[in-house]
């Protein structure tokens, strides 16, 4: 089956701690993103790649980093410069310049 | 840049009711508008989406309008059943582009 995984679906981490999420797809996608979701918002922007090993800033890209060394791949680190990082993490993928966008099942993300 | 607004932010309806969702956007270059539903701990899925250059589409109960000059589209489902109880996002893109406007999503509930 085609789609987008993401693991790990819950992830618990420690004030001061890096953590990488990650975002596989099989869908041959060249372009991929990464949303940030908070209760009752709508889905932020954090970073997006239309090809391998190029990668843009998106909205909210402060304390976070990504890399796409894969087409398959692009995970995303949560650094400890994040302030506030507990939160639901998408992933998506598109074929560029066409806008539908297929999103994985989200990670969610606590900070203890 | 776009900014997309949405209202309601939560919506209660009786089964068999009508539900209806608007959203409002800012730039006129934005030509392809999706809704996706997000059901609780899981990624948002595409439902349905319209371009520019219809003022409306429907897929069995569910329907979208777009109205170019007032910048607004909405989404319409009619008999409704308690399966349709989720959280819908509307979006605003460019489709040559892969920069997606969210809104802040409506909770709609379907009670039996």
């Known amino acids: 089956d085609g789609g987008i995984t993401q693991s790990p679906k819950y992830l618990f981490r420690k004030e001061g701690q890096n953590v990488t999420l990650s975002c596989e797809q099989n869908l041959n996608h060249d372009a991929m993103y990464w949303y940030r979701q908070d209760p009752g918002q709508g889905l932020r922007l954090i970073y997006y790649?239309?090809?391998?090993?190029?990668?843009q800033k998106g909205d909210i890209a402060e304390g976070y980093s990504v890399s796409r060394e894969k087409k398959e791949s692009f995970p995303l680190t949560v650094t400890s410069a994040q302030k506030n990082p507990t939160a639901f993490y998408l992933c998506?993928?598109?074929?560029?310049?066409?806008?539908?966008?297929?999103f994985g099942p989200g990670t969610r993300l606590t900070v203890l | 840049g776009e900014n997309v607004e949405q209202h309601p932010s939560t919506l209660s309806v009786q089964e068999g009711d009508s539900a209806v969702i608007k959203c409002t956007y800012s730039d006129s270059a934005s030509n392809y508008f999706p809704w996706y539903k997000q059901e609780l701990g899981k990624g948002p899925q595409l439902i349905i989406d319209i371009r520019s250059n219809v003022g409306e589409k429907k897929d069995q109960r569910i329907a979208v309008t777009l109205n170019k000059t007032a910048k607004h589209f909405s989404l319409h489902i009619t008999e409704t059943q308690p399966e349709d109880s989720a959280v819908y996002f509307c979006?605003?893109?460019?489709?040559?582009?892969?920069?997606?406007?969210f809104g802040a999503g409506t909770r709609l509930t379907v009670k039996p």
């Open positions: 790649s239309q090809i391998v090993n190029d990668f």
């Open positions: 998506a993928s598109s074929i560029p310049y066409l806008a539908e966008q297929f």
């Open positions: 979006a605003a893109a460019q489709y040559n582009n892969n920069d997606m406007r």
